[in-house]
């Protein structure tokens, strides 16, 4: 095997925080030990209100899925009581497809014959009033990981024209250095997600063969720098089905709820993709992570953390995700398109990163929420 950089290794251009919230997280991933838990074990997580880190691994344990309705039920009734009905809509826009990555399991990943583009602002432009026409006012900006191809101004100048057209911007982008999350904010940002993809740095550096995501403490660090960047909210999320699924979501709420106690102002959301197929490779999908386990994370992610935003992907179906909304996700995307442009009437320029699944537009979502006696909420947030 060819020589490559240590995964584990800063590398000159990127910023090292003094932190030992990566510590904690992997500290308690590597001792959580998902069989040792009982039927009793989960029985006394559900009878407490508040639930402690050890209820959290209770719930997320094998022992959990006979008691999923009771779960379910009670993650419902949290969701409730502190979203009430009502669920956030908002569509990604993926502007950029260009990567220096090579993650085996993206169909963005460098290696990857397939069409590349990049949207230029009068491109950008079109493609945030196409979304804005269908009444969202919510965007969620992605581009493939190339700081060659998507420099920081570029995507500062994106956040500049979403604000024209949208209350709310989040990004998806390759982490930064705090200063850059500076930047990005006073052009318009509101909240940064960074797929950890998996916490087992181990099967992290198997999976992530070159490029900067290849350094994993960088990336594990990436939404504190975010919140000391100045951003309102940040995301986590692991790519359950890449390595134990329950490690992995047990080390996403520990690191939603160790930033939340150091950064109480700050807004806490999760997503919980899993594998999907990818042009080229239809064999990546989520082996142990069924609809069942799927269902188990999320309403552990909301009895741990009532108060956090979670996002349900159009990864799933449109079965899974109008009932999931009607559980434990507060946030839904619509009219999604994974591929470079191609909202509304504008031509697609590039290839998409996966497979979708829930094709809806925003309005079949919009009445779909509805029926289900639910409540769109297309902004949460008024600037002054």
Known sequence: MEDRIDHMKYLPDMEQIDSDI????????????????????????????????GDFKALLSPA???????????????????????INMFTPLYISNYCENYCIYCGFNCHNKIHRAKLNSEEIEKEMQAIAKTGLQE????????????????????????RKYFKVVGLEVYPMNSDEYRYIHECGADYVTVF????????????????????????????ERAIKGGMRGVGFAALLGLADFRKDALATGMHAYLLQRKYPYAEIAFSC????????????????????????????????????????????????????????????????????????????????????????????????????????????????
């Open 64 to 86: 959990a899925l006979p008691f999923l309705e009771d779960i379910a039920k009670q993650a419902q009734a949290e969701t409730r009581k502190h979203f009430g009905n009502s």
């Open 196 to 223: 950890q993809e998996t916490y087992n740095s181990d099967k992290y550096e198997t999976l992530h063969l070159a490029g900067h995501k290849r350094i994993y403490p960088y990336r594990i660090n990436a939404q």
């Open 273 to 384: 993709p899993r594998l999907r197929p990818i042009i080229n490779n239809d064999k990546i999908n989520p082996k142990d992570v069924h609809e069942p386990q799927l269902l188990q994370v999320i309403c552990a992610y909301r009895l741990f953390m009532p108060f956090a935003s979670i996002t349900i992907s159009t990864r799933e179906c449109q079965r899974f995700r109008d009932n999931i909304v009607q559980i434990a996700a507060t946030k839904i995307s619509a009219g999604v398109d994974v591929g470079i442009g191609g909202h509304g009437d504008n031509e697609k320029k590039g290839d998409e990163q996966f497979e979708i699944s829930d094709n809806r537009n925003v309005k079949e979502v919009y009445d779909a929420l509805c029926n289900n006696g639910l409540q769109p909420v297309m902004s949460d947030y008024i600037y002054v």
């Open 139 to 162: 965007v969620l900006i992605l581009t493939g990981e190339s700081r060659k191809m998507s420099d920081v101004k570029y995507i500062g100048e994106a956040c500049k024209i979403a």
């Open 22 to 53: 990566a510590d904690k997280v992997i500290e308690e991933m590597n001792s959580y030990d998902a069989d040792k838990y009982t039927a009793q074990d989960v029985k006394t997580a559900l009878a407490h209100d508040t639930k402690t880190v």
